[in-house]
């Protein structure tokens, strides 16, 4: 008979940083490693919420249908709403874009620096901040992309768009999960998303359906 300590007995975060960090070693992912660290250093970040499946495959169609519609190329890409920067790991660790800097944003004083563990990139791309999405001054920042997928949690999409220039490339997710109270203006159809952010140049629409809702994307330009 093994005398182990039985594992309902183990904290589960040492076996979480324990498998992560093996996972990581396996399959040499940065991304993994950073999960690993944000486990071990930030025990009250939702890192298990913002990396469960749903949000990966959400995440991983963002990254691709941008590959796919835009290109691979953005000198500085900013993401809104970033949370913990998954999303931003992701395409850092991608080999097939080529990316100056990606900044994440959030309003949320307390994701940055768990953002800041989970990419650790060794060139340096990335940077997050602290800063409402509507103080923003995109003309001075000149970002060659703006991503959210957080349309949700927006009051008034049409307003927030109007604050970027004329023809900036915008990635934009939504979703139809009205019975979440943080989204105060899910969509119930793609066709109303693309009508209320009214792109100038609509590039690509589509919907992933998921278990409880279906997430909603739109690629152009405003």
């Known amino acids: ?85 998954v999303l931003a790991a992701m395409l850092l660790e991608n080999p097939r874009f080529a990316i100056g800097e990606i900044v994440s944003i959030d309003i949320d004083p307390a994701v940055a620096p768990v953002a800041r563990t989970l990419v650790d990139d060794e060139k340096s791309r990335f940077r997050a901040e602290t800063a409402d999405m509507y103080a923003l001054d995109f003309t001075a920042g000149a970002p060659n992309l703006v991503i959210n997928t957080s349309c949700e949690h927006i009051a008034d999409l049409k307003h927030w768009l109007r604050l970027l220039p004329p023809s900036t490339p915008v990635l934009l997710q939504s979703n139809d999960y009205f019975s979440e109270p943080s989204h105060v203006s899910s969509m119930a159809t793609l066709d109303d998303f693309i009508a209320e952010a009214q792109l100038r140049d609509l590039l690509f629409s589509g919907a992933l359906p998921q278990k409880k809702y279906t997430r909603f994307m739109l690629i152009g330009r405003v």
């Open 1 to 85: 008979m093994s005398d182990a300590t039985p594992p309902e007995t183990d904290d589960w975060r040492d076996r979480a940083f324990d498998l992560t960090r093996g996972i990581a070693a396996y399959t040499g992912s940065g991304l993994v490693g950073g999960i690993a660290r944000v486990i071990a250093a930030h025990p009250e970040a939702r890192i298990g919420t913002a990396f469960n499946h749903k949000q990966v495959a959400c995440k991983m169609w963002a990254r691709d249908r941008l590959l796919d519609t835009l290109g691979n190329a953005f000198p500085k890409i900013w993401i809104v709403g970033g949370w913990y920067g």
